[in-house]
């Protein structure tokens, strides 16, 4: 279908709709088709965020709004005053930024059931630059009251969380990636918002990971763990509200703590989980870990991962800094 | 309906209650200003007929029910004329009348803008100008996928045109043929800064929301008759495709002179003295001259 090389970038960008961004429209289907009052909202990237699929279910339920982000915003709030449950989605930098105030304002002070969705977050979108990267995003959303923040590690995870927010009152910021996510967890996984999920405990060192650093984080600490070495691992999907008992049961059980999130390590899950260890105190040593309050480079995301130590190698050589070998 | 037969629908008993009402508004809100001690009297008075109408003609409404899923929705961009709102919801029963006697004390849920989650009858919160437009249009949607063919009426200041989002929610308005969406601009012609042509021109107005694709009527924004049979003959007019823009031309400040000569008033205080004298100005005027 193209002339383009099956190992180029391009290519697998065009062939891969999968996993989590055919999950999106996936899962909306079904729960249309369970008969919830789901509709989907998009600011033409329907084709990129896989809502497409969704679509052509449920012509009459995928509302466009053009290039007009904070349009879809506030309409996709007025959408849910009616009764409905409306999923916006547009790249998180738009989304979290451009339309910060319309989520804070119209969503959230309205408590509506509004379901945002930012996608290629964080540095994702590798070469397209700045204006395409969302790496404040973490860090906008959850300063904003009564918003609760999730960032599912890969497909099964945001499904199963799209599930979950069908019973959730109020509004929420899904921040997912590209579609490329490595596969973390099976199909039968739990889920609960809120609700931290430890894969392992280790008394020389914790990572506490979101997103799409928690495949990468687990390769790491499982080649870790492999060498003998006592570290954990914690899937903080949802950033807020933070499941602190799980951050300060790892601070009691760990001589250090690492947070990996692809977000600027100011605000986002690093600070999140600083604050709760400023609260507890006398807590051990925690490393942020993520970009470093930086604008980042151009590259592939693959590239990008690297350059910045957030793929598994990365990691793993940060966790090996703490643990002093 | 002919526009004739509206307009001889329309008794002489009803528009004495439609004037009765704005005059009403203009008294409460002096009132409720005088608890908070300070508020936006000038650009509440420059609304309160088109409250009036709305709420004792145009809207379908329920009494005592304020979440009927299928009530004509009520929204306003300029917020900040909430407190002209407030008694007129009371007055629906939508929430005890003595809400309105600790207006913006503390813990009360009328504030100088109108909260949906703690005023009940409120069918959106705002306060930020531009947003208004943009969710009534998700409220039209919204009732389209439902098959709920209600109104969405949108209140917007006519320095809120400035504001980039309601051009964005207007070409969408027109894209999606929402007819049940009026957006009424009270076209006040003043802003904080000043004479909003001097602070920011707007004109042509009516063209612009034309050539957005939206069917456009003006209106004297005081002339409660006009602005009744209008909306009525809007409600009628179920061939109509295109969402409807209504420029109300209106006085900030009316009903009092020196506020409608001055200003400063959009956001201010008066006296005691003074509120007797304006309070006796309003009820002799009783309604439009």
């Known amino acids: 279908m193209s002339a383009l090389s099956p190992e180029s970038w391009q290519y697998r960008q065009l062939n891969a709709r999968a996993p989590s961004l055919s999950t999106l429209a996936d899962t909306l289907i079904e729960l249309a088709e369970a008969g919830h009052p789901v509709v989907a909202c998009t600011a033409d990237l329907q084709y990129s965020n896989g809502l497409i699929g969704f679509a052509r ?227 051990p040593p925690l490393r942020r870990h993520g970009i470093q309050d930086c604008f980042s480079l151009i590259a592939p995301p693959t590239h990008l991962y690297q350059h910045y130590r957030l793929d598994a190698a990365g990691i793993e050589s940060v966790a090996r800094e703490l643990l002093g070998s | 309906m002919t526009a004739a037969a509206l307009s001889n629908a329309l008794t002489a008993e009803k528009i004495a209650l439609l004037k009765e009402r704005a005059t009403f508004v203009r008294t409460e809100t002096v009132r409720l200003i005088a608890i908070a001690k300070v508020g936006h009297y000038s650009s509440t008075f420059s609304c309160a007929e088109i409250f009036s109408v709305l709420y004792y003609d145009a809207m379908r409404l329920s009494r005592g029910n304020p979440k009927w899923p299928e009530r004509d929705r009520f929204l306003m961009g300029k917020g900040h004329a909430a407190v002209g709102l407030y008694p007129l919801l009371a007055d629906w029963g939508f929430f005890p009348k003595e809400l309105l006697d600790g207006y913006t004390r503390l813990g009360s849920p009328l504030g100088d803008h109108p909260d949906m989650r703690l005023v009940p009858g409120v069918d959106f919160s705002s306060g930020s100008i531009g947003h208004a437009l943009s969710a009534g249009l998700g409220m039209v949607l919204g009732g389209r996928v439902q098959k709920l063919d209600f109104d969405v009426y949108v209140l917007l200041g006519d320095g809120e045109m400035q504001e980039g989002q309601v051009w964005a929610a207007a070409m969408a308005a027109a894209h999606h043929k929402a007819r049940n969406l009026v957006a009424i601009v009270d076209r006040n012609r003043f802003q904080l800064d000043g004479q909003i042509e001097e602070v920011m021109g707007i004109e042509p107005l009516a063209d612009k929301w034309r050539s957005f694709g939206w069917e456009v009527h003006e209106v004297d924004g005081h002339d409660v008759a006009a602005l009744a049979i209008l909306l009525r003959r809007l409600k009628a007019d179920l061939a109509r495709e295109r969402p409807v823009c209504v420029i109300a031309h209106t006085l900030k400040g009316k009903g009092v002179k020196f506020m409608e000569t001055e200003p400063g008033w959009h956001l201010g205080y008066l006296a005691p003295e003074d509120e007797a004298r304006v309070l006796a100005e309003i009820t002799a005027g009783g309604g439009p001259a």
């Not at chain 1, 990971?209 to 006592?230: I, Y």
């Open chain 1, 57 to 283: 279910r449920f012509p009459e339920r995928l509302l466009q709004f053009g290039i007009s982000e904070q349009n879809m915003v506030s309409a996709a709030a007025g959408i849910a005053s009616t009764g409905l449950m409306p999923f916006a989605a547009t790249f998180a930098s738009y989304l979290a930024l451009l339309c910060c105030e319309q989520i804070r304002t119209d969503c959230a002070y309205t408590a509506l059931p509004v379901r945002l969705v930012g996608h290629h977050a964080g540095i994702a979108l590798g070469f397209y630059g700045t204006s395409h990267h969302a790496t404040e995003d973490l860090a906008a959303m959850r300063s904003i009251a009564d918003l609760t923040v999730v960032a599912p590690a890969d497909g099964p995870q945001l499904a199963a969380a799209i599930r979950a927010s069908v019973s959730h009152p109020g509004p929420i910021y899904f921040r997912i990636s590209r579609g490329h996510d490595p596969v973390v967890y099976g199909k039968d996984l739990s889920f609960e918002i809120g609700k931290a999920i430890t894969h392992f405990e280790g008394t020389e060192l914790t990572v506490l990971a979101c997103g799409t650093m928690v495949s990468p984080a687990l390769q790491a600490v499982n080649a870790l763990r492999a060498a003998g070495r006592s570290v954990g691992l914690i899937d903080m999907h949802t950033i807020k509200p933070l499941d602190r008992d799980a951050v300060i049961a790892a601070a009691r059980g760990s001589r250090a703590l690492l947070t990996v999130e692809e977000h600027n390590v100011l605000g986002g899950l690093g600070g999140a989980v600083a604050e709760v260890l400023a609260d507890l105190g006398g807590a």
